[in-house]
């Protein structure tokens, strides 16, 4: 079975701000300073050949989606979410803070890079998602439950 049109346009997105978010990493003035972001760097890498890899494929099999699926979601999408955090962290820091490690503009500007990243993966691990069925549904509507259920507790 080919590829999904949605898929491949989804796939694309996520190829198109791969590159910037890499560079970003790698052009932070803290980066030779911090191995996890060479760590980070190699992560992102790897899942943008798994892109390929499935982009290229002529019928991409169901255990390479689901092995995508898997990495976009488990792998890389908490990978830019702590990304973010770390940056909005530096973006609050007072000029004089010894900690901080890059500027708080480059910080934010990284940031709206990255959200654009998260965006096209959220969007991929949707495209991924097989197609909603009775039990998906259940699961869904549990999990919604769930949360109004924490919303009300809260209150």
Known sequence: MPIDPKLTQSINQVLERLPVVVSDI??????????????DVSRLNAFKQQLLIVKDAPS????????????????????????????V?????????????????????????MALLQDAIQTLIVCLTPASGSETDDILSKQFDDWLLSLDNKN
């Not at 255990?63 to 990978?79: D, F, G, M, R």
């Not at 000029?95 to 901080?100: E, I, K, M, S, V």
Request: charged residues 20%.
């Open 89 to 113: 962290v530096i973006a609050k820091m007072g000029q004089l803070n010894t900690h901080r490690t890059i500027e708080p503009k480059d910080a934010i500007d990284h940031n709206a890079n």
């Open 26 to 39: 790698e052009q932070r003035k803290d980066y030779a300073k911090n191995t996890e972001f060479a760590a």
């Open 60 to 87: 991409p099999s169901p255990a390479l989606l689901t092995e995508l699926q898997s990495t976009a979601k488990n792998t890389i999408q908490p990978l830019v979410e702590s990304l973010i955090s770390a940056n």
